[in-house]
C-alpha cells in the first residue's frame, strides 16, 4: 500500500528481520517515562530520526483542562508494543517507537503533562482502562459498538483491515469466506478474532470447510506462524499487514478487508477525554499530525476531524 512506503527509516535503522523484530517486541517490559525521548542519548540507543518528535508547545488554556490529580501524577499510557509501525521496540532493545508512541508524546506536550508508557496485550488494556489502571490507550484500538459500552473513545486514525500469507500461497482474501478451509492467525483480543467468532457458520452456510482460529499473544507471533507455515493466513490491521509485509521478503499481503477508525480509549466518562479531543484536534489544525503521519508513512490513513466516540463502520 501507498501508506506504508514513505519511511526512509526502513532502509536504515528499522531494516530488521522478522526474527529480530519478535526478540525485540518479547524483551521489553515495564513502565517507561518518556521512553523514546528518555533512551535517545544513550549508548547505542534507538535512531533519533525514530525517535524524534516534531516540535510541539504547550498550550496553556488546554494544559489548564487537565484534573489536577492527573497533572500531579501525570498519564499513564498504555500500548500494544508488537505492532509495527504503530508501536514496536527499536533496534537497541528497548525503545519503544512508532506512530501511536508519537501521538501519545504530542498529546502529552500540547497538555503540558509527565507521560509514563506501559505494555499490555490486547486482551487486558480495555478492562484495564475500564478498572481505570490507565490513563488512556494508543494501542490501534478499533472503534466497536461493545467497546463504547465500557470506555470512551477519540479518533485519530482511519485503519482497515487485511491478510498476510506466505509467497508460496497464491490465494487472495477480499471477504470472510476466503478464510474457509483455512488456518487464520490473529492476535488475542484483537477486533480481528472477534469478528472471526461473530462469523461463525459462515462456512457451513456456504457449503465449505470452516476455517480455524489460531489465537497469538500478539502480531510478531502471529506472523512467525505464517512463516513457519504452522497457519495460512494471519487477519490483522493493515498497517501491520502492510509493515510486515515489506520487513520480511518471504511473505505478501493476500488481501485489504474493511476500514475502520482507530481511536486513543479512555475510561468511560473520564472528565479527560473532551480534553484529549480537543489536544488531537489542535495537532490536527497546526500541522504536527501530518508530520508524524509522514514520518512513518501513514499519510494514506490520515482523517480530518477527531471525534469523541464516532460511529463505527
Not at 478492562?127 to 461493545?146: D, H, K, S
Not at 480534553?275 to 508530520?291: C, F, I, N, R, S
Request: glycine residues 8%; contains cysteine; charged residues 20%.
Amino acid at each position: 500500500m501507498k501508506g506504508h512506503t514513505a519511511v526512509s527509516l526502513h532502509k536504515k535503522s528499522v531494516a530488521v528481520t522478522l526474527a529480530s523484530i519478535v526478540a525485540l517486541g518479547l524483551s521489553a517490559c515495564g513502565p517507561v517515562v518518556d521512553n523514546a525521548a528518555s533512551n535517545s542519548s544513550e549508548s547505542g540507543a534507538a535512531s533519533s530520526e525514530l525517535t524524534a518528535l516534531p516540535e510541539v508547545k504547550p498550550v496553556a488554556e488546554l494544559a489548564a483542562r487537565v484534573p489536577q490529580e492527573l497533572r500531579d501524577s501525570g498519564f499513564t499510557v498504555v500500548t500494544n508494543p508488537h505492532s509495527p509501525p504503530m508501536t514496536y521496540v527499536a533496534e537497541d532493545g528497548k525503545t519503544l517507537v512508532g506512530f501511536d508512541l508519537d501521538m501519545a508524546r504530542a498529546i502529552g506536550k500540547v497538555l503540558d503533562v509527565k507521560l509514563e508508557t506501559t505494555e499490555a496485550g490486547l486482551d487486558t488494556i480495555i478492562p484495564g482502562l475500564a478498572a481505570n489502571r490507565y490513563t488512556m490507550a494508543l494501542a490501534t484500538i478499533g472503534v466497536t459498538p461493545e467497546r463504547q459500552k465500557s470506555i470512551d473513545f477519540v479518533s485519530y486514525y482511519k485503519g482497515g483491515q487485511g491478510f498476510l500469507a506466505t509467497k508460496k500461497t497464491d490465494f487472495e482474501i477480499s471477504k470472510l469466506e476466503d478464510l474457509c478451509g483455512r488456518r487464520v492467525a490473529v492476535s488475542v483480543g484483537s477486533v480481528q478474532q472477534t469478528a472471526l467468532a461473530d462469523s461463525a457458520g459462515i462456512c457451513k452456510a456456504a457449503g465449505l470447510e470452516d476455517y480455524t482460529v489460531q489465537p497469538y499473544p500478539n502480531n510478531n507471533q502471529s506472523v512467525l506462524a505464517i512463516s513457519s507455515e504452522r497457519a495460512d493466513v494471519m487477519y490483522a490491521s493493515i498497517s501491520i499487514v502492510g509493515y510486515s509485509a515489506k520487513q520480511n521478503p518471504d511473505v505478501r499481503v493476500a488481501g485489504v478487508y474493511k476500514r475502520t477508525t482507530v481511536a486513543a480509549a479512555l475510561p468511560k466518562n473520564s472528565a479527560l477525554t473532551p480534553v484529549v479531543h480537543a489536544a488531537v484536534q489542535h495537532l490536527m489544525d497546526d500541522g504536527t499530525y501530518t508530520k508524524i503521519l509522514k514520518k512513518w508513512g501513514l499519510e494514506d490513513n490520515a482523517i480530518p476531524t477527531a471525534e469523541i466516540n464516532p460511529a463505527s463502520n
